[in-house]
């Protein structure tokens, strides 16, 4: 069972909202976050991408108009998403840090340790690229 469990929302007011099955609407197979993959390649523009949970009242976002990240409602910046133009374009990065612990003796799997990260990436004009994560636990 994930902990945190993510919405991505698109600037035409529509979501995803990951559930616990982790099932796309849109790929059999593929998981919720294939769903937000394809909405993407066929144009809708990401707006925003955050985690909740219902274990724990705290929640998490990144802002990709702008960059910035959320804690529990909190808006804040990266140090150098402030030196970037006006209409700078962010993609979203998410991912999963899963480490299994083992037993050795019999190869069971005894605890399940999730880190979460959420951020974005850009690209600058002069090629550089640039990306800033959070990361949750």
């Known amino acids: 069972m994930l902990k945190f469990l993510f919405q991505a929302n698109f600037k035409d007011g529509s979501f995803v909202k990951q559930t616990q099955d982790d099932a796309s609407t849109l790929v059999p197979g593929g998981s919720a976050f294939t769903d937000v993959k394809e909405r993407i390649a066929k144009g809708d523009e990401l707006v925003s991408f955050g985690l909740f949970s219902d274990e724990v009242t705290d929640t998490y976002a990144v802002d990709l108009h702008d960059s910035h990240f ?10 150098e998403a402030a030196k970037l133009p006006l209409g700078t374009k962010f993609r979203l990065i998410y991912y999963r840090d899963v480490q299994r612990i083992v037993r050795p003796s019999d190869m069971k799997v005894t605890a399940v340790n999730i880190v979460f990260h959420i951020g974005w990436q ?10 800033h994560t959070i990361a949750v636990k």
């Open 70 to 79: 959320e804690v529990n409602g909190t808006p804040f910046f990266a140090s």
């Open 122 to 131: 850009t690209t600058t004009a002069d090629g550089k690229n640039i990306q």
